[in-house]
């Protein structure tokens, strides 16, 4: 199964723009590339997900690189509700997802 | 519109007592479920995925267990709990089985399972 890494941390100032980087050099042709987001006590949430195409959604945009080999979630104005841990997540040959320790976004006002 | 159902949200139980935490899902149907745990501090590990009634896969071997019983019904059980057990236990489930593969996860809010 193929493995992600993510900067354990960023942080952004409200209503700019986040760019959160993920390198997952192992993944295979046919994964998707998975975004969720988990804030403090609740379960994760669905952001976004792609094959190779860059995608965008109502929550946010992710831009696949053309070797696949890495990805960028961007929150194009980020508010103080966007502050999570971010998990880039490839699925596995079960179709299950594999999360690493993802980033901690912390916003400012 | 799809919800997911856990309970309870948090449990205190002492060592070597049984567990049994539930899942339901409602307004789909031939979901694939999940049981994913969270230790404090670290990523979220799979413990155990079905991909219809009775059938089960364990990713992890642990003195856990999973049954389901009904299509949107996922149990997770322990006969005797170890401290090691605490966490936080998330259930979810993604799309019917043809386009399971890449359709997204639904996570349910979780329960938080002390052990003492």
């Known amino acids: 199964d193929a493995k992600t890494t993510q900067p354990n941390s960023m942080e952004s100032n409200e209503e700019e723009p986040v760019h959160l980087p993920c390198n997952h050099s192992?993944?295979?042709?046919?994964?998707?590339i998975h975004w969720y987001r988990q804030l403090p006590s609740q379960g994760p949430e669905y952001v976004i997900h792609?094959?190779?195409s860059n995608v965008n959604n109502r929550m946010a945009s992710l831009a696949i690189a053309e070797d696949r080999k890495s990805s960028t979630l961007i929150l194009h104005r980020a508010t103080l509700r966007d502050a999570a841990v971010y998990y880039c997540?490839?699925?596995?040959?079960?179709?299950?997802?594999?999360f690493g320790k993802g980033t901690k976004l912390s916003v400012k006002p | 519109s799809q919800t997911i159902h856990q309970w309870p949200a948090t449990l205190v139980q002492p060592v070597g007592s049984p567990l049994s935490l539930e899942c339901t899902v409602e307004?789909?149907?031939?979901?694939?479920l999940y049981w994913y745990r969270q230790a404090a501090g670290r990523g979220l590990q799979l413990l155990f995925y079905?991909?219809?009634?009775?059938?089960i896969s364990s990713e992890v071997p642990q003195n856990l267990s999973a049954s389901r019983p009904q299509d949107r019904q996922f149990i997770l059980s322990s006969k005797k709990l170890l401290l090691s057990d605490s966490g936080f236990y998330l259930c979810?489930?993604?799309?019917?089985?043809?386009?399971?593969?890449?359709?997204?996860?639904?996570f349910g809010n979780g329960t938080r399972l002390t052990v003492t």
């Open positions: 192992t993944i295979s042709g046919t994964d998707y």
């Open positions: 792609g094959l190779t």
């Open positions: 979810a489930w993604s799309g019917v089985r043809k386009s399971s593969y890449n359709s997204p996860l639904h």
């Open positions: 079905s991909v219809g009634i009775g059938q």
């Open positions: 997540t490839p699925r596995g040959s079960q179709g299950n997802l594999i």
């Open positions: 307004g789909t149907s031939n979901p694939n």
